[in-house]
């Protein structure tokens, strides 16, 4: 729905990203302002998305949540907009709106015929500076906030160990903390804290426009300078500089125990580096040995041994994203066959990469993979939404329309010594985390 | 992104913006094709449906259409699992099995320069699979696993309970996936036979969109679909459906409760059915501006999402809609949703929102082309349901032409607060079975 949270949303495997360089336009507009334009002209259709470099991790402590709880606001009308309007507008146009916060970035967009792209635009500009909410309106909307935090977390044990996980990994760095926020501090949450935040980052040199669809870049260009153009710059927008993560010196573990739970299953996420820009040749290497110990149900390293070799496990699955702005998690996740104990499927899983750590990358795994690589980003452009997402992410956390462009390149060039030089940099367990998520109390 | 109402996925026609040009292809071997051309990106995605689906099911083998399905692509010919995923993985071809309780999809994608070889690997699964009995056990296994955790999922269990409910012994009453108990018990024989039943030239329904040409279509789905069996098992019969008012509590732990709320549908061949799926739209369509939505969420903040959607399924349709909410917000949102039954019943819809979920549905009518594999896809739904290929182009002038009249009409007939059933999964506070 609208107002989500992204990253449980988003893809977290980085194999998809596009080159497509001879479609992409980009500007910048006198205040700040990215513009980048992505042409597929297949349909008459456009997406047309705001993304602001603020998320998550930027709020202040005390705070969690603001970012997502204020995305909502949005949509709570402006000085000339009534709450409600901006969503009924673009259907009424029979178009489709909605909006996303992850950590590092919130986003609004629109899906709607090109011919509307104008009034879109007029919109968007509007709420960037003149939001008014009611008291009235923000209180309901917390509650919706409590609810959607009821549904998506509170109601899912598997939820509550990844929100436990992300807690116990960073110690330090605000990526402890759930997008959605904590519960009690979403409850306290206020106008004014919306406002404050609302005039801290809110601002067309903090936010980036893509447009995807059938439109010409000029045009986009010269439409984006009539409506985006007036707004004023903010001068509070600082460099994002977050508390780091200090070194992890020991092995972290824990239990959430649920009567919920049907079936258990063993997580870990190892503390990965990600990808930064001008410099991704290791976060290259780790989204490529994701696809290789996790990427697939039946060839990937840890399938055939745990599902195949034997029957330690149902499913077994490695991921890892690396569009982050700070270094983030590469991730495992094991559901043990039904008899199969947490600690025995555990150790299993620690013995496979503990093998492929001494054996190195089957070369014909590697192949297979970068064919992969190279039909995802042929299949990519089958979706100009989809890439408009891509690009924004990318861009929302530093990246560069290079950096984008050469991503397929880079996980091509990747080579058996660079994956076992990252797995060996990563999959360290004084580097992780292990949760077990269980039925009942269980012993580790 | 959307509200999750998996259960109530519908075959509904989702046509296209008038200038992609649907062609029908008829093989030289006889097999009609519905084709988009679209020759920018250098693949194509072919889709393929065989009715039937996990209502095909024999009495007690439930689960084993959905076994079979899940099946497919674990070996075929002289190759096991692991040679037909490397195969596939080595052509970057994407094959996806799946089914329903109407039917197998089996949808594809794959590249024009290997569409020869890649088409050779989809044959082979599709004519000669393995069944062996170890991929049987391993994905069986998978199947269980899913079902332990549906028997303490509350979406799951309201589902399985308001099917129950609703069509009792039909198939449609049970879930396709079928119990522990069924798919425990399932032999490597039945996997066989479901395959032999449910993938036949007699159900099959096929398009594609991307890079390919109508005569190298023709070729390729005679290569493709040849080998397959003539005819398979006969379809289920229409399902009789009980439909009484009330509530249904069932207790699960939990700060919020999941409910499921239906009633009786209309079938799509009904004349009025476009003036149903108007009144939908108005009711808990896909708007954040529905009535629902804006009762429920906007003004009373009692759920973070709510929707209905109007279901017309091969063997029966029905009017249903879900939510969550906290326990102690249940009975309040399921009297304003009854309130809503009422006096939609009682006094239609407004002029202004008729004009405003007719200008939505025919300005997002374009805007479902969203790739090759959606209109692939599309296409298939449309045959499915019956419609002509050029019906793009005239659907939305049957938009346009639902008057107020109409709805209030239609609203009377079809909304019946005295058949709106809620299943509640949860601890909902002041709310019993009546």
Redesign the interface.
């Known amino acids: 729905m609208r107002r989500t949270l992204g990253r449980a949303l988003m893809g977290l495997f980085a194999l998809a990203l596009p080159a497509a360089a001879d479609t992409v336009s980009n500007f910048t507009l006198d205040n700040g302002m990215q513009v980048v334009v992505i042409e597929d002209h297949r349909a008459p259709v456009v997406t047309h998305m705001v993304w602001y470099k603020i998320g998550r991790a930027d709020e202040a402590p005390g705070h969690s949540g603001i970012a997502h709880f204020f995305e909502h606001l949005m949509f709570k009308g402006t000085k000339t907009v009534a709450p409600g309007e901006f969503s009924a507008t673009v259907e009424q146009q029979g178009g489709n709106d909605n909006a996303f916060t992850s950590n590092d970035y919130t986003a609004y967009f629109q899906r709607i015929a090109a011919d509307r792209l104008d009034l879109m635009m007029q919109l968007e500009a509007d709420r960037m500076v003149n939001l008014t909410m009611s008291e009235e309106d923000v209180a309901t909307e917390r509650q919706v906030i409590l609810e959607e935090r009821g549904q998506r977390v509170d109601s899912d044990p598997a939820s509550l160990l990844r929100e436990q996980m992300s807690a116990a990994q960073f110690l330090n760095h605000p990526y402890s903390i759930p997008v959605i926020g904590w519960r009690d501090e979403i409850a306290a949450l206020t106008r004014q804290d919306a406002l404050d935040f609302y005039r801290a980052y809110y601002a067309p040199n903090n936010a980036i426009l893509v447009v995807a669809g059938d439109v010409d870049p000029q045009a986009v260009l010269e439409m984006a300078k009539t409506h985006y153009g007036p707004l004023p710059p903010s001068d509070k927008i600082k460099p994002r500089q977050r508390p780091a993560e200090p070194p992890q010196l020991a092995e972290r573990r824990l239990v959430l125990s649920d009567q919920r739970v049907a079936q258990p299953y063993i997580a870990r996420s190892y503390l990965a580096p990600e990808r930064n820009p001008g410099d991704q040749k290791q976060a290259a290497a780790l989204a490529v040995l994701a696809e290789l110990l996790g990427g697939s149900g039946t060839t990937s390293i840890l399938a055939r041994a745990l599902q195949f070799d034997t029957q330690t496990a149902v499913y077994a699955s490695a991921f890892y994203d690396g569009t982050s702005l700070d270094p983030e998690t590469f991730g495992l996740v094991l559901v043990p066959s039904e008899g199969v104990a947490l600690a025995d499927a555990e150790k299993a899983m620690d013995d496979v990469i503990a093998e492929f750590l001494k054996k190195g990358v089957n070369a014909k795994d590697l192949e297979r993979i970068k064919t992969k690589v190279r039909a995802a980003e042929i299949y990519s452009r089958d979706s100009a939404g989809g890439l408009a997402r891509d690009y924004g992410a990318a861009l929302a956390v530093g990246l560069t329309l290079q950096d984008v462009a050469d991503w397929p390149n880079l996980l091509q060039a990747v080579t058996a010594e660079d994956v076992m030089a990252a797995a060996n940099l990563v999959l360290n367990r004084n580097q992780a985390v292990t949760g077990w998520l269980t039925a009942t109390e269980a012993a580790q | ?3 999750r109402i998996a259960l109530f996925l519908l075959a509904l026609a989702t046509p296209l ?1 008038a ?2 040009t649907i062609q029908e292809v008829i093989s030289p071997g006889g097999i009609k094709a519905w084709l988009v051309e ?1 020759h ?4 194509t995605a072919l889709e393929l449906r065989f009715k039937g689906g996990t209502s095909l099911d024999r009495p007690n083998k439930r689960g084993e259409v959905n076994l079979m399905t899940a099946l497919i692509e674990e070996g075929a010919g002289s190759l096991d ?2 040679g037909f ?2 195969a596939r ?4 071809a ?1 094959f996806h099995f799946s089914t329903d309780q109407d039917g197998v999809s089996v949808s594809t ?1 794959f ?1 024009t320069d290997n569409r020869d070889e890649a088409m050779g690997l989809l044959r082979l699964a599709l004519t000669k699979p393995r069944f062996d009995q170890d991929a049987v ?2 994905v069986r ?2 199947v ?2 899913g079902l ?7 979406a799951a269990m309201a589902s399985n309970l308001s099917r129950a409910q609703i069509y009792g012994r039909h198939p449609y009453g049970s879930d396709g996936s079928g119990t522990i108990e069924s798919v425990s018990a399932l032999t490597r024989n039945d996997v066989m036979a479901a395959f032999q039943g449910a993938i036949a030239r007699d159900r099959i329904t096929v398009a594609a969109a991307g890079d390919i040409t109508p005569d190298e279509l023709g070729v390729l789905l005679d290569e493709l679909l040849a080998d397959l069996p003539a005819a398979g098992t006969l379809q289920p019969g229409t399902a009789e459906m009980t439909l009484q008012g009330g509530i249904t509590v069932q207790d ?5 409760s999941m409910v499921i709320f239906s009633q009786g549908g209309l079938r799509f061949e009904d004349p009025d059915y476009f003036a149903a799926s108007i009144l939908n739209e108005i009711i808990g369509g ?4 529905a009535r629902l939505m ?1 009762e429920v ?9 709510i929707g209905t959607s109007l279901g017309s399924y091969d063997h029966a349709q029905a009017l249903m809609g879900q939510f ?3 326990n102690d ?1 249940v009975a309040e949102a399921i009297k304003v949703i009854r309130d809503e039954w009422a006096n939609m019943a009682a006094n239609g819809v407004t002029e202004q929102e008729l004009a ?1 979920a007719k ?9 479902r ?5 959606t209109i692939a896809s599309i296409l298939v739904g449309m045959q499915d349901l019956g419609l002509d290929k050029d019906y793009p182009k005239t659907r939305n002038a049957k938009v346009e032409a639902v008057t107020l009249a109409d709805i209030k009409r239609v609203a009377a007939r079809l909304i019946k607060p005295e058949e709106l059933h809620f299943i509640v999964v949860g601890q909902p506070v002041g709310v019993v079975n009546e």
């Open positions: 992104m959307m509200l913006r200038e992609v679209e920018g990106i250098p693949f699992s692991q995923a490397a993985d080595a052509l970057a994407e994608r590249l056990d391993r296994e998978q269980l696993s332990r955790s549906d028997a303490k999922d509350p699960f732990p939990g700060p919020q896909g708007r954040f501006s804006t969420r906007e003004k009373r903040g009692l759920t973070y999402g969550q909410a906290s917000k405003d200008t939505y549905m025919t300005g997002a009518y374009p805007l082309f969203d790739g090759n594999d």
